[in-house]
């Protein structure tokens, strides 16, 4: 005698399983039965119509061959006319794969009864008292029941519909109606096994009335809910009804459970791109392919004059944004071309993030995934310095500070400043092994770093943020930071800096990292022969902060640290 529970799970691997308990075989010992129950392939599922098979296996994964089943078939309105054997009820016995399959066909009639829920049960005893697993529901659709007045299609046509998306049915009268004789609008009801409002997009299960205006035809769409849930796939009816209450038609449909929680990666080959060219991302994520997935761009002072893309009618943010085409791996591309507004803007920083509209009709939407930071540069903008002379003045017409401020200046600016960048010389700036171009400007008191092109001899004033091209930035004395000194004082070294800049007092010496900390060290030497700047730099090429010292202290400095030889580079 075996003694079985009536417990039913999802596995991962194997599908629905019933849970058998424990079995007692002929010997007196016991054995733990599992059994699953599996359907077969259907491009509906468990939707079937009139005259077509249905079947459905239960197996164990213990030795239960030769051992007896028995099946019951039932449901509200349902008959032996309806099976083609004329059997409600069979038994069988499980095969030496240790499974039994039921294979019946639905019977083809030609009455007008509607859709019919068929109900199969499997038994361990033929009194049909102790059920093995859980039942299994089979829709079969009525083929017999015409379209009288209206002709209808939906789509999918499968009618198979992700959560999160929506069902849509086109409704048109088969012929212009005389005024007053037919309903001229029709309205439509959601019903099923489980099914409640938080299933649907607006949290209703009816219409308001859709008039069939002007041209005789109506389009209806069911919104679903991506409630994140996981509740597994889901029989639904849509009952469509005309405005004197009578059922124009019922449509079957099943909700398919894709929603866990949504999530969305992001990759980028090159975040640095130029204007002229193309943001190329590729992503990957869990939501089905016909989820409403957007990216989203960022950024100060970037609009829709700088990218190229579609705006959809029914996208209602305000960002610049447009929808993201998911293949059914999961995957997908976005390309934004970057148009080239021939304007000299510097290098502007972006954000890029996907968004996800959880309902079909709903305008709220959810950031996912991590955002990617991107950098939009100007075209190159080349200059040749190759053969620039040391204590010349020159013009560098575009350069601009880490902000893309003109000359470090938010409003106007001379074109004495434009011209009087004093050329110093090349050192290396970053401890990259590479020299940069520095200048001197007495007229704004800044100076500059500028990365030449070994080929060509060019610098290229787009290359300003996070680039070694730009106007060295401002710092703020560490002794002031500690309260030690006057901000502004004769002893701020910001201060004093900015004062021999403006009265060209400052030649460029040499540069390395001396106290071996990872950052450069720039020597200055003043003209006047008082002092010797030293400023420590940021690996980017700005700066640090700086201090001043006499030639005592900096050659002490620069022994203890091993390079005496450098101090008649800077002496």
Excluded at 377 to 395: A, F, G, M, Q, R
Excluded at 502 to 514: P, Q
Excluded at 535 to 555: P, R, T, V, W
Aim: proline share 2%.
């Amino acid at each position: 005698m075996s003694i079985f529970s009536d417990y039913f799970s999802d596995d991962p691997e194997y599908g629905w399983l019933w849970d058998l308990g424990d079995t007692f075989l002929g010997d007196g010992s016991k054995t733990s039965i599992n059994l699953e129950t599996v359907y077969t392939t259907n491009i509906l599922g468990g939707i079937h119509f009139e005259g077509e098979d249905f079947s459905a296996t239960i197996s164990g994964n213990q030795n239960i061959f030769g051992k007896e089943v028995f099946w019951s078939l039932s449901g509200v309105g349902v008959s032996s006319e309806d099976i083609l054997s004329g059997k409600l009820f069979g038994s069988g016995t499980f095969n030496e794969r240790n499974s039994f399959t039921l294979n019946e066909t639905l019977t083809k009639d030609s009455l007008t009864e509607g859709n019919e829920t068929l109900i199969l049960k499997f038994y361990n005893d033929s009194l049909r008292t102790d059920q093995i697993g859980t039942e299994i529901l089979f829709l079969a659709l009525d083929v017999s029941k015409g379209l009288k007045d209206y002709s209808i299609s939906i789509s999918p046509e499968s009618a198979l519909v992700n959560e999160g998306s929506a069902l849509k049915i086109d409704i048109s009268l088969n012929e212009t109606p005389p005024a007053g004789i037919y309903p001229d609008s029709l309205s439509w009801s959601i019903s099923g096994l489980g099914i409640n409002s938080n299933d649907l997009a607006d949290g209703t299960y009816l219409s308001d009335y859709s008039y069939l205006y002007p041209d005789n035809k109506v389009s209806i769409h069911v919104g679903l809910s991506a409630d994140s849930e996981t509740e597994g796939n889901e029989l639904a009816t849509v009952t469509i009804e005309d405005d004197y209450s009578n059922i124009v038609d019922t449509i079957d449909f099943i909700i398919l459970d894709k929603y866990k929680t949504p999530e969305c990666e992001l990759s980028i080959l090159e975040s640095t791109i130029r204007e002229g060219s193309s943001i190329v991302i590729n992503g990957t994520t869990n939501l089905p392919e016909d989820s409403i997935l957007l990216w989203i761009v960022e950024g100060e002072n970037f609009d829709r004059s700088d990218i190229s893309f579609e705006k959809k009618r029914w996208d209602n943010t305000n960002e610049l944004s447009s929808p993201i085409s998911i293949n059914e791996e999961g995957t997908f591309s976005i390309q934004i071309p970057v148009n080239d507004d021939e304007f000299v803007e510097g290098t502007e920083k972006i954000s890029l993030k996907t968004m996800f509209r959880y309902q079909y009709f709903s305008d709220e939407y959810q950031d996912i995934g991590t955002p990617l930071e991107l950098l939009i540069k100007d075209k190159p903008i080349l200059e040749n310095v190759n053969k620039h002379e040391i204590s010349t003045e020159y013009k560098l017409t575009f350069i601009r500070d880490y902000d893309g401020n003109l000359h470090a200046n938010t409003g106007s600016v001379s074109d004495e400043t434009k011209s009087a960048y004093k050329y110093q010389g090349l050192i290396d700036i970053n401890a990259d092994g590479l020299e940069e171009a520095i200048y001197t400007n007495n007229e704004s008191g800044r100076w500059v770093t500028a990365s030449i092109s070994k080929y060509t001899g060019e610098i290229d004033y787009s290359d300003t943020l996070n680039g070694l091209t730009r106007i060295v930035g401002i710092y703020v004395d560490p002794m002031v930071q500690l309260g030690l000194t006057e901000r502004d004082g004769p002893s701020d070294s910001q201060r004093r800096f900015q004062n021999d800049l403006n009265i060209d007092n400052l030649t460029v010496k040499a540069s390395g990292d001396y106290d071996g900390d990872g950052y450069q060290e720039v020597y200055w030497k003043t003209n006047d022969g008082t002092a010797y700047l030293r400023a420590l730099m940021h690996a980017d090429g700005n700066i640090q902060y700086a201090n001043y010292q006499s030639e005592k202290q900096m050659s002490e400095y620069l022994t203890s640290k091993g390079f005496e030889t450098v101090i008649s580079e800077i002496i």
